[in-house]
């Protein structure tokens, strides 16, 4: 099952992608659960695909802007330096446990949507990336039990402003410029992908390969990340975590590769699906305060 975030004629809303067109689920559950993020902590898997069957898909996927797959999370876990050709060519140590930031929900864009350059930066840089998105939340999770709290996977973009982030050690202000970072198109929901399937990453800018990796890879491993930040915080359903990128990022290329307006990134993980986005200059009404 294949589970979406949009906006119809500007009205936000959630559904099931079913033959290349979208069953509304907010209006199928007659307004009581409007996002995705209210499904995932009020159904289960099961009862959402139920919910999906008994209804039409009407909506023509050209009619939709699509929304970031969890657009309201209320915490985006991004997991740094999680495979070594990444920390080797960012020239860090390797660590006993999992580099942790936060993203915020507002710094996120739709599949097909634009990603947005600040004008205070010309270093925009790429991270593809898979996302994990909880499903069943919990404290102090055990490894052994860690899948069974998975909703599913999605592609994800954690775009990153270099000149921003290397202000200090924290990381924060370059990874949540609004639209810097894209989750998308869909989640694809964990019955439909074995329990440590291998899973390829791949991203591309302007159809040139710029990272490849597999989750064989990963240096701290999904159950391992889902205890570990299950310890220190509880995880809730509709929370997201960013599973890190592998090498080839642009700010480390040799001469560096930025990504300007007009380019296309694309961020695909094998059988889940590809986000696209184009770059856009971000215009001084866009995001006013």
């Known amino acids: 099952m294949k589970l979406l ?61 699509w929304l970031p797959v969890i657009p309201d999370a209320a915490k985006i876990f991004c997991i740094g330096l ?5 920390r080797i060519e960012a020239n860090r140590d390797k660590t006993a446990q999992p580099t942790v930031f936060l993203r915020l929900a507002a710094s996120q ?11 205070e930066s010309e270093r925009f840089d790429y991270e593809g990336e898979i ?23 999605a592609p994800y973009n954690d775009g ?6 290397s202000h200090t050690s924290q990381w924060t ?26 899973l390829t990453l791949t991203t591309r800018l302007n159809g040139e390969v710029m990272q490849q990796a597999t989750t064989a890879q990963l240096i701290f491993s999904i ?28 700010f480390k290329r040799s001469p560096p590769v930025f990504m300007r307006v007009g380019d296309t990134v694309e961020v695909e993980v094998s059988s889940v699906g590809t986000l696209v986005n184009r770059v856009a200059a971000e215009t001084p009404l866009q995001h006013k305060a």
């Open 5 to 65: 975030s949009y906006s119809l004629r500007g009205v936000p809303s959630w559904g099931a992608l079913v033959n290349g067109r979208v069953v509304d689920l907010q209006a199928a559950s007659r307004g009581r659960i409007p996002t995705l993020r209210s499904a995932l902590a009020q159904l289960s898997l099961d009862d959402i695909e139920a919910l999906a069957s008994a209804h039409p898909a009407t909506i023509a996927l050209n009619d939709i802007a």
């Open 82 to 86: 999680n495979y070594d050709e990444h």
């Open 109 to 119: 864009a739709g599949h097909d949507e634009p990603l947005l350059l600040p004008p």
């Open 131 to 153: 996302a994990v998105i909880i499903g069943r939340g919990g404290r102090r999770i055990p490894q052994e039990d860690a899948w069974e709290h998975i909703a599913g996977y």
């Open 160 to 165: 990153s402003i270099r000149d921003w982030q």
């Open 173 to 198: 202000p370059g990874k949540n410029f609004p639209a810097t970072g894209s989750f998308g198109p869909c989640m694809v929901t964990r019955g439909e992908i074995a329990d440590g399937q291998e």
């Open 223 to 250: 159950p391992s990340l889902i205890n570990y930040l299950s310890t220190f915080i509880p995880l809730e359903p509709g929370d997201v975590i960013v599973t890190g990128t592998p090498g080839g990022v642009g």
